[in-house]
């Protein structure tokens, strides 16, 4: 018996976006409630109730709208450098009334000998000659 493939089903209309949240809204009522664990039982009655069609132009719709979502958050948590959010304070500043200045701790030279050592270049010829082949 020969092998016969089988025609793939036309792709189904995406939903509105109302039709979307209507079927969110009506999973909401499913939310899980303090401890209670959720029902199941429930949340897969409420789906046998879509036809399989709504269902697929709910979850194109969904996939459409997350693609063309944008790529950069237009309100960033972290506010470009130089700038702080209005809501929270600026760092303290030490008074200066009849307080010392403080100096920034000396760095120790062995410190500082550290930091420069991973930094030595090379000597121009240090590299090891080639080796040629001795042809007879």
Do not use: C, H, W
């Amino acid at each position: 018996m020969p092998f016969k493939q089988l025609q793939s089903p036309p792709p189904v209309k995406p939903a509105t976006r109302e039709e979307v949240f209507e079927f969110l809204r009506g999973l909401q009522k499913f939310r899980r409630k303090g401890d209670e664990p959720f029902n199941e039982k429930a949340i897969a009655d409420y789906l046998a109730q879509q036809s399989l069609g709504s269902l697929q132009g709910i979850a194109r719709r969904i996939m459409m709208d997350i693609l063309k979502s944008p790529t950069a958050d237009p309100s960033p948590a972290v506010p470009p450098k130089g700038e702080r959010n209005r809501g929270t304070p600026a760092k303290k500043q030490k008074s200066s009334s009849g307080a010392k200045t403080a100096r920034p701790a000396k760095k120790s030279p062995r410190a500082t000998a550290r930091r420069g050592a991973g930094k030595k270049k090379k000597a121009a010829g240090s590299k090891a000659p080639k080796k040629t082949s001795r042809k007879r």
